[in-house]
Protein backbone atom coordinates (compact mmCIF):
# COMPACT_ATOMS: atom_id res chain seq x y z
CA UNK A 1 0.00 0.00 0.00
CA UNK A 2 1.35 3.51 -1.21
CA UNK A 3 1.06 5.70 1.94
CA UNK A 4 2.10 8.84 0.17
CA UNK A 5 -0.59 9.37 -3.09
CA UNK A 6 0.79 11.08 -5.93
CA UNK A 7 -2.20 13.33 -6.04
CA UNK A 8 -1.74 14.92 -2.29
CA UNK A 9 0.35 17.77 -1.30
CA UNK A 10 2.54 17.10 1.13
CA UNK A 11 5.24 19.27 3.20
CA UNK A 12 8.51 19.15 2.49
CA UNK A 13 10.35 18.11 5.51
CA UNK A 14 12.23 21.51 6.74
CA UNK A 15 13.51 23.57 9.44
CA UNK A 16 9.65 23.30 10.32
CA UNK A 17 10.58 19.92 11.71
CA UNK A 18 11.91 20.70 15.35
CA UNK A 19 12.47 17.35 17.32
CA UNK A 20 11.57 18.94 20.29
CA UNK A 21 8.28 19.74 19.10
CA UNK A 22 4.86 17.81 18.30
CA UNK A 23 5.22 16.63 14.94
CA UNK A 24 1.86 17.59 12.21
CA UNK A 25 1.82 15.79 8.93
CA UNK A 26 -0.25 17.66 6.77
CA UNK A 27 -1.77 15.76 3.73
CA UNK A 28 -3.51 18.04 1.16
CA UNK A 29 -6.51 17.75 -1.84
CA UNK A 30 -8.45 19.96 -3.98
CA UNK A 31 -7.72 23.14 -5.50
CA UNK A 32 -4.62 25.64 -5.01
CA UNK A 33 -7.05 27.12 -2.32
CA UNK A 34 -6.73 24.30 -0.35
CA UNK A 35 -3.45 24.22 -0.60
CA UNK A 36 -3.04 27.53 0.60
CA UNK A 37 -5.46 26.76 3.27
CA UNK A 38 -2.24 24.21 4.42
CA UNK A 39 -0.05 26.76 4.65
CA UNK A 40 -2.15 28.85 6.71
CA UNK A 41 -2.91 25.84 8.98
CA UNK A 42 0.95 25.39 9.63
CA UNK A 43 1.46 28.18 10.35
CA UNK A 44 -0.90 28.49 13.02
CA UNK A 45 0.22 25.24 14.59
CA UNK A 46 4.22 26.29 14.23
CA UNK A 47 2.84 29.68 16.25
CA UNK A 48 1.73 27.73 18.52
CA UNK A 49 4.82 25.04 19.63
CA UNK A 50 4.23 22.60 16.88
CA UNK A 51 6.53 21.52 14.08
CA UNK A 52 5.63 20.34 10.64
CA UNK A 53 6.88 16.62 8.73
CA UNK A 54 6.67 14.87 5.80
CA UNK A 55 6.86 11.66 6.87
CA UNK A 56 3.41 10.56 8.90
CA UNK A 57 5.33 7.69 10.25
CA UNK A 58 6.73 10.11 12.90
CA UNK A 59 3.65 12.63 12.94
CA UNK A 60 1.62 12.92 16.52
CA UNK A 61 -1.19 14.47 14.86
CA UNK A 62 -2.07 13.56 10.88
CA UNK A 63 -4.19 16.18 9.20
CA UNK A 64 -5.80 15.81 6.06
CA UNK A 65 -7.12 18.64 4.08
CA UNK A 66 -10.40 17.67 1.90
CA UNK A 67 -12.09 18.95 -0.99
CA UNK A 68 -15.84 18.44 -1.63
CA UNK A 69 -15.97 19.90 -5.26
CA UNK A 70 -16.14 16.17 -6.31
CA UNK A 71 -17.62 12.81 -5.33
CA UNK A 72 -14.20 11.14 -6.53
CA UNK A 73 -12.50 13.49 -3.78
CA UNK A 74 -14.23 12.01 -1.14
CA UNK A 75 -13.98 8.52 -1.92
CA UNK A 76 -10.22 9.25 -1.63
CA UNK A 77 -10.15 11.05 1.17
CA UNK A 78 -12.38 8.11 3.19
CA UNK A 79 -9.63 5.36 2.06
CA UNK A 80 -6.94 7.66 3.20
CA UNK A 81 -8.78 7.66 6.48
CA UNK A 82 -8.85 3.90 6.19
CA UNK A 83 -5.52 3.88 6.26
CA UNK A 84 -4.95 6.64 9.00
CA UNK A 85 -6.84 4.00 11.44
CA UNK A 86 -4.16 1.23 10.66
CA UNK A 87 -1.40 3.49 11.63
CA UNK A 88 -3.43 4.76 15.24
CA UNK A 89 -3.73 1.19 15.67
CA UNK A 90 0.28 0.88 15.73
CA UNK A 91 0.35 4.10 17.67
CA UNK A 92 -3.10 4.63 19.52
CA UNK A 93 -1.65 8.53 20.40
CA UNK A 94 -1.84 9.77 16.98
CA UNK A 95 -4.53 12.52 16.42
CA UNK A 96 -6.24 12.34 13.00
CA UNK A 97 -7.99 15.12 11.87
CA UNK A 98 -10.43 16.41 9.20
CA UNK A 99 -9.88 19.93 7.56
CA UNK A 100 -11.65 22.26 4.92
CA UNK A 101 -15.23 21.36 2.65
CA UNK A 102 -15.23 17.96 3.59
CA UNK A 103 -15.04 18.80 7.70
CA UNK A 104 -18.35 21.19 7.38
CA UNK A 105 -20.20 19.40 5.02
CA UNK A 106 -19.70 16.16 6.47
CA UNK A 107 -19.05 16.37 10.32
CA UNK A 108 -21.55 14.22 11.58
CA UNK A 109 -20.94 11.55 9.14
CA UNK A 110 -16.95 11.67 10.03
CA UNK A 111 -17.80 11.71 13.90
CA UNK A 112 -20.17 8.77 13.66
CA UNK A 113 -18.48 6.41 11.20
CA UNK A 114 -14.85 7.10 11.05
CA UNK A 115 -13.75 6.28 14.78
CA UNK A 116 -10.31 7.20 13.65
CA UNK A 117 -11.22 10.87 13.63
CA UNK A 118 -10.61 13.14 16.08
CA UNK A 119 -10.93 16.23 14.97
CA UNK A 120 -13.52 17.98 11.87
CA UNK A 121 -12.70 21.49 11.58
CA UNK A 122 -14.08 23.67 8.76
CA UNK A 123 -12.00 26.17 6.95
CA UNK A 124 -12.72 29.43 8.82
CA UNK A 125 -11.79 27.55 11.88
CA UNK A 126 -8.39 27.23 11.71
CA UNK A 127 -7.43 29.66 14.58
CA UNK A 128 -9.05 27.37 17.12
CA UNK A 129 -6.94 24.77 16.23
CA UNK A 130 -4.29 24.20 19.18
CA UNK A 131 -7.57 25.09 21.41
CA UNK A 132 -9.27 21.58 19.48
CA UNK A 133 -6.08 19.40 19.52
CA UNK A 134 -5.76 20.19 23.05
CA UNK A 135 -9.64 18.87 23.92
CA UNK A 136 -8.95 15.77 21.45
CA UNK A 137 -5.66 15.05 23.71
CA UNK A 138 -8.21 15.10 26.88
CA UNK A 139 -10.44 12.69 24.92
CA UNK A 140 -12.98 14.76 23.68
CA UNK A 141 -13.63 15.65 19.91
CA UNK A 142 -12.22 18.29 18.44
CA UNK A 143 -15.12 20.27 16.41
CA UNK A 144 -15.57 23.92 15.09
CA UNK A 145 -17.33 23.65 11.22
CA UNK A 146 -18.73 27.78 11.84
CA UNK A 147 -18.90 29.44 8.70
CA UNK A 148 -18.07 33.30 9.36
CA UNK A 149 -18.48 36.50 7.00
CA UNK A 150 -15.18 38.24 8.33
CA UNK A 151 -12.52 35.32 8.36
CA UNK A 152 -9.49 35.86 5.64
CA UNK A 153 -6.42 34.87 7.67
CA UNK A 154 -5.29 38.16 6.40
CA UNK A 155 -2.72 38.67 9.47
CA UNK A 156 -1.09 34.99 8.73
CA UNK A 157 1.80 35.04 6.97
CA UNK A 158 1.62 31.31 5.39
CA UNK A 159 4.32 28.48 5.80
CA UNK A 160 4.92 27.99 1.79
CA UNK A 161 4.21 24.78 1.14
CA UNK A 162 5.89 24.78 -2.38
CA UNK A 163 8.84 22.77 -3.06
CA UNK A 164 10.81 25.00 -5.02
CA UNK A 165 11.00 28.25 -3.28
CA UNK A 166 10.07 29.94 -6.88
CA UNK A 167 5.93 29.72 -6.89
CA UNK A 168 4.02 31.03 -3.84
CA UNK A 169 -0.16 30.97 -3.73
CA UNK A 170 -1.85 33.97 -2.00
CA UNK A 171 -5.60 34.38 -1.01
CA UNK A 172 -6.92 37.67 -1.77
CA UNK A 173 -10.82 36.21 -0.93
CA UNK A 174 -12.66 33.82 0.57
CA UNK A 175 -16.05 32.24 0.16
CA UNK A 176 -18.52 32.62 -3.07
CA UNK A 177 -21.37 34.28 -3.64
CA UNK A 178 -22.49 33.02 -7.34
CA UNK A 179 -24.29 30.20 -6.12
CA UNK A 180 -23.96 27.71 -9.24
CA UNK A 181 -26.42 25.05 -9.00
CA UNK A 182 -23.84 21.94 -8.95
CA UNK A 183 -21.87 23.76 -6.42
CA UNK A 184 -21.06 23.13 -2.44
CA UNK A 185 -18.42 25.92 -2.11
CA UNK A 186 -21.03 28.59 -1.03
CA UNK A 187 -22.30 25.89 1.27
CA UNK A 188 -18.99 24.67 2.69
CA UNK A 189 -16.95 28.12 2.34
CA UNK A 190 -19.48 31.02 3.28
CA UNK A 191 -20.56 34.17 1.54
CA UNK A 192 -17.90 35.68 -0.10
CA UNK A 193 -15.66 38.47 0.96
CA UNK A 194 -12.35 40.25 0.16
CA UNK A 195 -8.82 40.57 2.27
CA UNK A 196 -7.49 44.10 3.02
CA UNK A 197 -5.20 44.65 -0.20
CA UNK A 198 -2.92 46.36 2.40
CA UNK A 199 -2.39 42.92 3.83
CA UNK A 200 -1.56 41.17 0.04
CA UNK A 201 0.76 43.43 -0.92
CA UNK A 202 2.36 43.48 2.12
CA UNK A 203 2.83 39.51 1.94
CA UNK A 204 3.91 39.70 -1.92
CA UNK A 205 6.96 41.86 -0.85
CA UNK A 206 7.37 39.42 2.01
CA UNK A 207 8.00 36.67 -0.76
CA UNK A 208 9.69 38.93 -3.06
CA UNK A 209 12.44 39.48 -0.20
CA UNK A 210 12.67 35.57 0.44
CA UNK A 211 13.39 35.21 -2.87
CA UNK A 212 9.86 34.01 -4.74
CA UNK A 213 9.60 35.18 -8.77
CA UNK A 214 6.06 34.63 -8.92
CA UNK A 215 2.32 34.18 -7.15
CA UNK A 216 -0.59 33.43 -8.19
CA UNK A 217 -3.43 35.57 -6.62
CA UNK A 218 -6.49 33.40 -5.45
CA UNK A 219 -10.20 33.10 -5.30
CA UNK A 220 -13.06 31.52 -5.97
CA UNK A 221 -13.85 34.39 -8.36
CA UNK A 222 -11.05 36.96 -8.65
CA UNK A 223 -12.95 39.10 -10.64
CA UNK A 224 -15.64 40.21 -8.09
CA UNK A 225 -12.67 40.89 -4.90
CA UNK A 226 -13.97 44.53 -3.79
CA UNK A 227 -12.24 46.35 -0.81
CA UNK A 228 -14.23 49.39 0.87
CA UNK A 229 -11.87 51.33 3.33
CA UNK A 230 -13.72 54.19 4.92
CA UNK A 231 -11.79 56.92 6.60
CA UNK A 232 -14.27 59.70 7.98
CA UNK A 233 -16.14 61.21 5.24
CA UNK A 234 -14.11 59.35 2.65
CA UNK A 235 -14.30 55.81 1.38
CA UNK A 236 -11.98 54.51 -0.83
CA UNK A 237 -12.98 51.36 -2.94
CA UNK A 238 -10.24 48.91 -4.37
CA UNK A 239 -11.33 46.29 -7.79
CA UNK A 240 -9.61 43.54 -8.64
CA UNK A 241 -7.84 45.34 -11.60
CA UNK A 242 -6.63 47.76 -8.89
CA UNK A 243 -5.15 45.18 -6.98
CA UNK A 244 -3.51 43.53 -9.75
CA UNK A 245 -1.87 46.70 -10.63
CA UNK A 246 -0.58 47.22 -6.41
CA UNK A 247 0.56 43.37 -7.11
CA UNK A 248 2.29 44.38 -10.62
CA UNK A 249 4.34 47.61 -9.26
CA UNK A 250 6.06 45.49 -5.96
CA UNK A 251 8.47 44.12 -8.40
CA UNK A 252 8.91 44.44 -12.32
CA UNK A 253 10.27 41.24 -12.29
CA UNK A 254 7.90 39.21 -10.55
CA UNK A 255 5.53 37.02 -12.47
CA UNK A 256 1.89 37.66 -11.25
CA UNK A 257 -0.96 35.48 -12.35
CA UNK A 258 -4.29 34.85 -10.91
CA UNK A 259 -7.05 32.23 -10.73
CA UNK A 260 -10.11 31.36 -10.95
CA UNK A 261 -12.27 34.32 -13.27
CA UNK A 262 -15.87 33.77 -13.68
CA UNK A 263 -17.02 34.99 -17.40
CA UNK A 264 -19.81 37.54 -15.91
CA UNK A 265 -17.64 39.66 -13.82
CA UNK A 266 -14.08 39.68 -16.13
CA UNK A 267 -14.04 43.37 -17.01
CA UNK A 268 -12.01 45.09 -19.78
CA UNK A 269 -10.45 47.25 -17.14
CA UNK A 270 -8.79 43.93 -15.98
CA UNK A 271 -7.83 43.00 -19.26
CA UNK A 272 -6.05 46.33 -20.47
CA UNK A 273 -4.61 46.23 -16.81
CA UNK A 274 -2.91 42.55 -17.94
CA UNK A 275 -1.83 44.05 -20.94
CA UNK A 276 -0.59 47.49 -19.49
CA UNK A 277 1.99 45.38 -16.81
CA UNK A 278 4.58 42.90 -18.51
CA UNK A 279 4.51 41.03 -15.88
CA UNK A 280 0.72 39.88 -15.32
CA UNK A 281 1.38 36.53 -17.18
CA UNK A 282 -0.58 36.22 -20.18
CA UNK A 283 -3.05 33.45 -18.97
CA UNK A 284 -6.72 33.50 -18.03
CA UNK A 285 -8.27 30.55 -16.97
CA UNK A 286 -12.04 31.29 -18.02
CA UNK A 287 -14.41 28.12 -17.11
CA UNK A 288 -17.33 27.67 -19.31
CA UNK A 289 -18.68 24.61 -18.32
CA UNK A 290 -21.45 24.12 -20.98
CA UNK A 291 -21.48 25.32 -24.63
CA UNK A 292 -25.40 25.10 -24.28
CA UNK A 293 -27.34 28.48 -22.79
CA UNK A 294 -29.90 26.70 -21.85
CA UNK A 295 -27.66 24.38 -19.59
CA UNK A 296 -25.65 27.60 -18.36
CA UNK A 297 -29.14 28.82 -17.07
CA UNK A 298 -29.72 25.49 -15.57
CA UNK A 299 -26.54 25.47 -14.16
CA UNK A 300 -26.87 29.23 -12.79
CA UNK A 301 -23.76 30.38 -14.33
CA UNK A 302 -25.45 34.22 -15.63
CA UNK A 303 -24.06 34.07 -18.55
CA UNK A 304 -24.85 32.72 -21.86
CA UNK A 305 -22.89 30.96 -24.65
CA UNK A 306 -22.73 34.74 -26.88
CA UNK A 307 -21.78 36.57 -23.74
CA UNK A 308 -18.97 33.69 -23.13
CA UNK A 309 -17.93 34.31 -26.93
CA UNK A 310 -18.01 38.17 -26.29
CA UNK A 311 -15.20 37.74 -23.28
CA UNK A 312 -13.25 35.56 -25.67
CA UNK A 313 -13.13 38.17 -28.11
CA UNK A 314 -12.12 40.76 -25.83
CA UNK A 315 -9.37 39.04 -24.64
CA UNK A 316 -8.19 38.09 -27.79
CA UNK A 317 -8.55 41.81 -28.91
CA UNK A 318 -6.60 43.46 -25.95
CA UNK A 319 -4.46 40.99 -25.03
CA UNK A 320 -3.97 38.59 -28.63
CA UNK A 321 -0.61 36.05 -27.16
CA UNK A 322 -2.77 35.62 -24.36
CA UNK A 323 -3.39 31.77 -23.53
CA UNK A 324 -6.75 30.29 -21.90
CA UNK A 325 -8.04 27.37 -20.51
CA UNK A 326 -11.16 26.64 -19.06
CA UNK A 327 -13.50 24.12 -16.78
CA UNK A 328 -16.52 21.40 -18.87
CA UNK A 329 -18.77 19.14 -17.34
CA UNK A 330 -20.14 16.36 -19.39
CA UNK A 331 -23.77 15.32 -18.56
CA UNK A 332 -25.50 18.19 -16.62
CA UNK A 333 -28.92 17.42 -15.66
CA UNK A 334 -31.16 17.47 -18.91
CA UNK A 335 -28.34 17.63 -21.60
CA UNK A 336 -29.23 16.28 -24.73
CA UNK A 337 -26.89 15.60 -27.86
CA UNK A 338 -28.07 18.93 -29.25
CA UNK A 339 -26.32 20.53 -25.85
CA UNK A 340 -23.60 18.33 -26.14
CA UNK A 341 -22.86 19.45 -29.52
CA UNK A 342 -22.82 22.89 -28.43
CA UNK A 343 -19.99 22.53 -26.04
CA UNK A 344 -17.96 20.78 -28.45
CA UNK A 345 -18.36 23.36 -30.94
CA UNK A 346 -17.49 26.11 -28.22
CA UNK A 347 -14.25 23.97 -27.97
CA UNK A 348 -13.99 24.64 -31.45
CA UNK A 349 -14.35 28.27 -31.80
CA UNK A 350 -12.74 29.28 -28.65
CA UNK A 351 -9.61 26.56 -29.24
CA UNK A 352 -8.73 26.59 -25.66
CA UNK A 353 -5.10 25.86 -24.61
CA UNK A 354 -5.67 23.40 -22.03
CA UNK A 355 -8.99 22.00 -20.22
CA UNK A 356 -10.41 20.36 -17.34
CA UNK A 357 -12.81 18.03 -17.54
CA UNK A 358 -15.37 16.21 -15.63
CA UNK A 359 -18.75 14.15 -15.33
CA UNK A 360 -20.95 16.01 -13.08
CA UNK A 361 -20.92 14.61 -10.03
CA UNK A 362 -24.42 15.38 -8.04
CA UNK A 363 -23.53 16.98 -4.62
CA UNK A 364 -26.19 16.97 -1.60
CA UNK A 365 -27.58 19.73 -0.46
CA UNK A 366 -27.24 21.98 -3.44
CA UNK A 367 -29.72 24.07 -5.90
CA UNK A 368 -29.37 20.74 -8.73
CA UNK A 369 -29.67 17.92 -6.40
CA UNK A 370 -32.86 19.34 -4.60
CA UNK A 371 -34.03 20.71 -7.98
CA UNK A 372 -33.05 18.77 -10.89
CA UNK A 373 -33.18 15.27 -11.88
CA UNK A 374 -29.60 13.62 -12.20
CA UNK A 375 -30.76 11.96 -15.59
CA UNK A 376 -28.27 11.52 -17.93
CA UNK A 377 -27.03 7.84 -17.69
CA UNK A 378 -23.44 7.53 -16.50
CA UNK A 379 -22.38 5.42 -19.81
CA UNK A 380 -23.72 8.46 -21.46
CA UNK A 381 -21.60 11.21 -19.34
CA UNK A 382 -18.58 8.73 -19.71
CA UNK A 383 -18.63 8.97 -23.55
CA UNK A 384 -19.47 12.38 -23.80
CA UNK A 385 -16.93 13.16 -21.68
CA UNK A 386 -14.17 10.74 -23.67
CA UNK A 387 -15.37 13.13 -26.82
CA UNK A 388 -14.91 16.28 -24.79
CA UNK A 389 -11.45 15.19 -24.34
CA UNK A 390 -10.29 13.63 -27.33
CA UNK A 391 -11.45 17.01 -28.83
CA UNK A 392 -9.37 18.93 -26.65
CA UNK A 393 -6.42 16.81 -26.77
CA UNK A 394 -6.14 17.86 -30.42
CA UNK A 395 -6.77 21.26 -29.61
CA UNK A 396 -3.89 20.79 -27.03
CA UNK A 397 -1.33 19.92 -29.50
CA UNK A 398 -2.46 22.46 -32.07
CA UNK A 399 -2.03 24.74 -29.33
CA UNK A 400 1.57 23.76 -28.63
CA UNK A 401 2.45 23.29 -32.58
CA UNK A 402 1.80 26.79 -33.20
CA UNK A 403 4.49 27.70 -30.35
CA UNK A 404 6.84 25.96 -32.52
CA UNK A 405 9.81 28.04 -33.75
CA UNK A 406 8.83 31.04 -31.30
CA UNK A 407 11.20 32.16 -28.07
CA UNK A 408 9.16 32.80 -24.80
CA UNK A 409 10.78 33.97 -21.35
CA UNK A 410 10.95 31.06 -19.02
CA UNK A 411 10.61 30.88 -15.42
CA UNK A 412 12.94 27.89 -14.18
CA UNK A 413 10.64 26.07 -11.96
CA UNK A 414 12.62 22.62 -11.55
CA UNK A 415 14.57 19.85 -12.54
CA UNK A 416 12.66 17.64 -15.20
CA UNK A 417 11.36 14.01 -13.72
CA UNK A 418 12.81 12.48 -17.05
CA UNK A 419 15.98 13.87 -17.34
CA UNK A 420 18.57 14.88 -14.50
CA UNK A 421 20.69 17.03 -17.11
CA UNK A 422 16.94 19.22 -17.99
CA UNK A 423 15.04 22.19 -16.06
CA UNK A 424 11.27 22.55 -16.77
CA UNK A 425 9.34 25.87 -16.49
CA UNK A 426 6.35 27.73 -17.15
CA UNK A 427 5.98 30.44 -20.28
CA UNK A 428 3.96 33.55 -19.30
CA UNK A 429 1.14 31.76 -21.47
CA UNK A 430 1.43 28.77 -18.58
CA UNK A 431 2.60 26.27 -20.83
CA UNK A 432 5.22 23.90 -19.76
CA UNK A 433 8.80 23.77 -21.32
CA UNK A 434 11.46 21.40 -21.08
CA UNK A 435 14.89 22.67 -22.19
CA UNK A 436 19.04 21.67 -21.09
CA UNK A 437 20.15 23.41 -18.19
CA UNK A 438 22.98 24.72 -19.87
CA UNK A 439 24.44 26.11 -16.64
CA UNK A 440 21.37 27.78 -15.41
CA UNK A 441 19.39 27.39 -11.86
CA UNK A 442 16.08 27.22 -10.25
CA UNK A 443 14.20 30.50 -9.93
CA UNK A 444 16.61 32.19 -13.29
CA UNK A 445 14.54 33.78 -15.79
CA UNK A 446 15.64 32.52 -19.45
CA UNK A 447 14.80 32.74 -23.53
CA UNK A 448 13.68 29.70 -24.80
CA UNK A 449 12.93 28.68 -28.38
CA UNK A 450 10.77 25.88 -28.92
CA UNK A 451 11.98 23.26 -31.26
CA UNK A 452 8.95 20.03 -30.80
CA UNK A 453 6.35 19.22 -28.60
CA UNK A 454 4.11 16.95 -27.55
CA UNK A 455 0.59 17.27 -26.95
CA UNK A 456 1.33 17.82 -23.14
CA UNK A 457 4.28 19.62 -23.34
CA UNK A 458 6.99 21.91 -25.19
CA UNK A 459 10.30 21.39 -25.60
CA UNK A 460 13.15 23.99 -26.14
CA UNK A 461 16.61 25.61 -26.25
CA UNK A 462 17.74 28.71 -24.44
CA UNK A 463 19.26 31.67 -26.09
CA UNK A 464 20.22 34.93 -26.07
CA UNK A 465 17.41 37.45 -25.55
Given at each position: MNIYPEDANIFETSNTDDTSRPKVYIETYGCQMNVNDSEVVASILIGNGYSVTSDINQADIILINTCSIRENAETRVFGRLDLFGQIKKQK??????????????????????????DLVVGPDAYRELPVLIRAAEDGQKGVNVLLSREETYADISPVRLDKNGVSAFVSIMRGCNNMCSYCVVPYTRGAERSRDPHTIVKEVQELVNAGYREVTLLGQNVNSYHWVEQKGLIKHSVNFSDLLEMVALVDPRLRVRFSTSHPKDLTNEVLYTMAMYE????????????GSTRILKLMNRKYTREDYLNRIEAIRSIIPDCSISTDIIAG???????????TLSLMREVGFDFAYMFKY????????ARHLEDDVPEEVKTRRLMEIIELQGKLSEQSKQADVGK????????ESKKSKDEFYGRTSQNKVVVFPKAGHKVGDFVYVEITDCTPATLMGKIVEE
Open positions: PSVLVGVLGCMAERLKDQLLEQKKVVNICNHIHLPVQSFCTETEVDHDLSERPNTKARFEVLVEG
